[in-house]
């Protein structure tokens, strides 16, 4: 009997697919406000979003972030997020 390793799934907050934590950006609300956690153990309420520059796109769109958080997402962040995607986030 092969057993299979069980790969954790997170919804991504603009696309609402489910997907592995793998292939998602999370971001943390803290005291210090909202910040990219590449290493996903910063504590604070977090939430993921896909990798891909659609889902972003989506989520600007749409402010999902603000939902989110519950709060009022400054600009700059999208734009943190978005460097993110285009060079970090696709290696």
Same mark, same amino acid.
């Given at each position: 009997? $092969? #057993? @299979?390793k069980h790969i954790p799934l997170r919804m !991504? $907050?603009?696309t609402r697919e489910m997907l592995p934590k793998?292939?998602?950006i999370r971001l943390v609300k803290t005291q210090d406000g909202i910040k990219i956690d590449d290493a996903k153990k910063i504590s604070g309420r977090g939430v993921y979003?896909? %990798?891909s520059t659609e889902a972003f796109q989506l989520a600007k769109k749409r402010k999902v972030l603000n939902r989110a958080f %519950? !709060?009022?997402i400054d600009d700059s962040i999208y734009e943190k997020l978005e @460097? #993110? $995607?285009n060079g970090n986030g696709n290696r």
């Open positions: 009997m $092969v #057993y @299979e !991504c $907050v603009a793998s292939q998602l979003i896909s %990798k %519950k !709060c009022n @460097e #993110y $995607v």
